[in-house]
C-alpha cells in the first residue's frame, strides 16, 4: 500500500521541490514502508526464515493488482507473464517442490 501511496502523490502537480517530498502522503507512505519492515523483522521470529524470500516476492502480485484496481495501470502481458511465474513459484515452494 505504501507504493501505490507514492504513486498517488507523485501524480499530482506540487508547488515546489520540498512540497513534492514533504507532503502528508509522502510522510504517510514512508511511515507505512518503515512500519511493514519493522513487522516484517518480527514476523522473522515466527516464520521459517526459508519462507521469506516466497512472501517478499509476492509481494510484487499485490502491487501490481492493486496499481491496477487503484491507479487504473494497464498491465502488460510481460508484467502478468511475470506474476504467473511468481505465483507458480510460490505455490511450488509451499507444497515443498510436491506439484
Same mark, same amino acid.
Given at each position: 500500500?505504501?507504493?501505490?501511496?507514492?504513486?498517488?502523490?507523485?501524480?499530482?502537480?506540487?508547488?515546489?521541490?520540498?512540497q513534492e517530498?514533504?507532503?502528508?502522503?509522502?510522510?504517510?507512505?514512508?511511515?507505512?514502508?518503515?512500519?511493514?519492515?519493522i513487522i516484517?523483522?518480527?514476523?522473522?521470529?515466527?516464520?521459517?526464515?526459508?519462507? @521469506?524470500? +516466497? &512472501?517478499?516476492? =509476492? $509481494?510484487?502480485?499485490? !502491487?501490481?493488482?492493486?496499481?491496477?484496481?487503484?491507479?487504473?495501470?494497464?498491465?502488460?502481458?510481460?508484467?502478468?507473464? @511475470?506474476? +504467473? &511465474?511468481?505465483? =507458480? $513459484?510460490?505455490?511450488? !515452494?509451499s507444497f515443498?517442490?510436491?506439484?
Amino acid at each position: 500500500m505504501s507504493q501505490v501511496v507514492l504513486k498517488t502523490s507523485a501524480n499530482e502537480e506540487h508547488k515546489s521541490f520540498i512540497q513534492e517530498y514533504l507532503n502528508v502522503r509522502v510522510i504517510t507512505a514512508y511511515a507505512m514502508f518503515f512500519a511493514s519492515t519493522i513487522i516484517t523483522v518480527f514476523a522473522y521470529k515466527y516464520v521459517p526464515l526459508s519462507l @521469506g524470500p +516466497v &512472501l517478499e516476492s =509476492a $509481494g510484487y502480485v499485490f !502491487v501490481a493488482v492493486l496499481s491496477y484496481f487503484i491507479l487504473k495501470e494497464r498491465l502488460s502481458k510481460k508484467q502478468i507473464a @511475470g506474476m +504467473v &511465474l511468481i505465483v =507458480a $513459484g510460490v505455490l511450488i !515452494v509451499s507444497f515443498g517442490g510436491k506439484v
